[in-house]
């Protein structure tokens, strides 16, 4: 499966954004998604995701509460809507997809098989 992040921008804190994450090859529902960010000189950082079967979610710390992991079948295409963005959410983020295993969805990077560049998200004070 091809990935292909896209959606980012600059925003005002407690603005909001939504990303896409468009795949290609194979249905998006065959496999476990996954929301990083990574700011340069900082490991890739768990952002938010969902399980192939779409019924578990899972969010950072960070964001619970403020961004939303979904996904359109349909479209090949899952999303994370971000809200009452902060300053401190600027990264670049990338949607990973790991092939599905019944132990359920791993939250490391380094479990993910397949990932797209990036997209740019900047959040001004």
């Known amino acids: 499966v091809q990935l292909q992040a896209s959606g980012g921008g600059l925003v005002q804190a407690g603005g909001s954004l939504r990303l896409s994450c468009l795949a290609s090859?194979?249905?998006?529902?065959?496999?476990?998604i996954g929301w990083f960010r990574q700011v340069p000189g900082k490991e890739r950082d768990f952002v938010a995701g969902?399980?192939?079967?779409?019924?578990?979610?899972f969010y950072g710390d960070s964001v619970r509460g403020r961004f939303t992991i979904s996904r359109d079948s349909a479209k090949n295409t899952a999303y994370l809507q971000m809200n009452s963005l902060k300053p401190e959410d600027t990264a670049n983020y990338f949607c990973?997809?790991?092939?599905?295993?019944?132990?359920?969805?791993?939250?490391?990077?380094?479990?993910?098989?397949?990932w797209g560049r990036g997209t740019l998200v900047t959040v001004s004070s």
């Open positions: 969902m399980s192939w079967t779409g019924g578990s979610r």
């Open positions: 990973e997809a790991q092939i599905r295993s019944e132990a359920g969805l791993r939250l490391d990077s380094l479990d993910y098989q397949f």
């Open positions: 090859g194979r249905s998006i529902s065959e496999y476990g």
